[in-house]
């Protein structure tokens, strides 16, 4: 059964940052991508980022472009989100999830996700 294990939130204050990890169990991931989502009270899931498992390419919303980079480590099968200059607005409750379409940003389209880990930035 595929697991994803997310860690590293926190609190923190604006301008601070953060580092979180999802460690992958139970499949190889080479033909897969990781996406990071995030969830505020009262709103829908909103896309972060995204990498493909195996040529590491990515993609970023246009709110964390620039702050925000996520890479992942084949040999430990775990993919990290580092937050940099974080805001208020970034306080949500962070999801690392896998597709097999290596292209979207579609949480439809993400079929397995972890429990989530809690940001929140105190201005």
């Known amino acids: 059964q595929v697991q994803l294990v997310e860690s590293g939130g926190g609190l923190v204050q604006t301008g601070e940052s953060l580092r979180l990890s999802c460690t992958a169990s139970?499949?190889?991931?080479?033909?897969?991508?990781m996406g990071w989502f995030r969830q505020s009270p009262g709103k829908e899931h909103e896309f972060v980022a995204r990498i493909s498992w195996s040529t590491a390419l990515t993609y970023y919303s246009d709110s964390v472009k620039g702050r925000f980079a996520i890479s992942r480590d084949r040999s430990k099968n775990t993919g990290y989100l580092q937050m940099n200059s974080l805001k208020p607005e970034d306080t949500a409750v962070y999801y690392c999830a896998t597709t097999d379409e290596l292209l979207t940003a579609d949480r439809y389209h993400y079929d397995t996700w972890g429990q989530g880990t809690q940001v929140t930035v105190s201005s």
């Open positions: 139970g499949r190889t991931f080479d033909k897969y991508a």
